[in-house]
């Protein structure tokens, strides 16, 4: 894999290699963004492109062409590590297969200040076998402040040939001498066609089948992949068709339903996110967009029946409750009172 793999985040490739190709790489980013979008994903290619030994494209300045050959010792080595630590090994820091390569991960709460002592120690030395030494941070907003201020000075002044990718999905919590020290870049969420294929061709499932999905996932291609097998999105179909009879039904089913999605808790954020999509699609039909644009593109002759039924005002209303009641859940509100509410004027 190289930057081409990666879905998405046009516009941080070109910022990131454009910047290889004018001598400018900084010494420290920030790599900022919600969780699962590809951060540390595209942290790994930078590294490869640093410690490539034949870098393909970039001629006359071309960004857009330029890569990691991927097959190079050091590409295949990042590779290594890349997918060990994808796969929840934290590491020292002194324990990659690419020896110029350190990336740390919070062991239990922090980044502990022994890993950090580790990095500060070897990071004086030459490259052994690339040209740039190179450490990644996952979660670096759980450095433990010790350790974040033993990483002061040589974030400030580091030895030459290095590179520090701190990645946070929480910068606002870290401490303002470290983010002042790093350059940001922003990760935005992914758009729905490039979660959508990527399901398709790396999950193997239909598009139908990825569309509702890729809606749901907020942006997150990690999100994507954890609603996969989720209990509330297997029982999708039936679910909404159920929420769609309740519209027209008396207040004691829709409490009735209230009261079964409360006990079912730690799922009641997926049920909205779902409800959500649903609705969405709605609009999509009353704003004259064809079957093709819908999440549920299964439930298009279902969608168009409901949007008949309504209009656009109502729909973007019942919206709006959908967001409200999210908001109050996550800031504690009742959970059986607030499904109530949101159910009785659905
Ligand atoms: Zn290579």
């Given amino acids: 894999m190289g930057f081409s793999e990666v879905l998405g985040h046009e516009a941080v490739k070109q910022i990131l290699k454009g910047a290889y190709l004018a001598g400018r790489v900084h010494h420290a980013y920030l790599f900022v963004g919600p969780e699962g979008v590809g951060k540390e994903l595209l ?30 010792t050091a590409c295949r080595k990042i590779n290594d590590d890349a997918e060990s630590f994808r796969d929840g090994d934290p590491k020292d820091g002194g324990s990659s297969r690419f020896s110029d390569l350190m990336a740390l991960a919070p062991v239990g709460r922090f980044i502990k200040i022994e890993a950090v002592r ?50 946070s999905s929480n910068p606002h919590v870290m401490l303002p001498t470290i983010l002042s020290r790093c350059q940001p870049v922003r990760f935005g969420g ?15 499932l239909s598009p139908v089948a990825a ?27 039936t679910w909404l068709r159920e929420m769609n009879a309740l519209c027209s039904a008396p207040d004691h089913e829709r409490l009735a ?31 004259g967009l064809n079957d093709e644009s819908l999440s549920n593109v299964d439930l298009a002759a279902e969608a168009r029946v409901a949007a008949g ?38």
Avoid at 128 to 155: F, I, Q, W, Y
Wanted: proline share 5%; hydrophobic share 45%.
């Fill in 309 to 346: 039924a309504t209009d656009r005002f109502a729909l973007m209303d019942k919206l709006a409750r959908v967001e409200t009641a999210e908001r109050g859940l996550l800031g504690n509100s009742n959970l059986q009172l607030t499904l109530d509410w949101l159910l009785l004027r659905l």
């Fill in 257 to 287: 339903m209230a009261e079964s999605l409360a006990a079912d808790k730690q799922h009641v954020p997926v049920y909205l996110d779902l409800l959500r999509s649903w609705l969405r699609d709605q609009l999509l039909v009353i704003e």
């Fill in 190 to 204: 992914l758009k729905p066609a490039d979660i959508t294929r990527y399901l398709v061709e790396r999950a193997d």
């Fill in 118 to 167: 580790e990095v500060i120690k070897r990071l004086p030395y030459s490259p052994v076998e690339g040209r740039t030494k190179c450490v990644l941070m996952r979660d670096a907003d759980n450095l433990h402040p010790a350790a974040a201020n033993s990483l002061l000075k040589t974030l400030e002044e580091p030895p030459t040939e290095t590179l520090f990718v701190l990645v």
């Fill in 43 to 72: 942290a790994f290619q930078l590294i490869k492109l640093l410690n490539c030994h034949e870098p393909r494209g970039g001629g006359m300045g071309d960004a857009a062409a330029l890569d990691c050959c991927d097959t190079c």
């Fill in 211 to 237: 569309r509702p999905i890729a809606a749901m996932a907020t942006g997150s291609i990690g999100r994507a992949v954890e609603l996969l097998n989720h209990p509330v999105v297997l029982k999708r179909v």
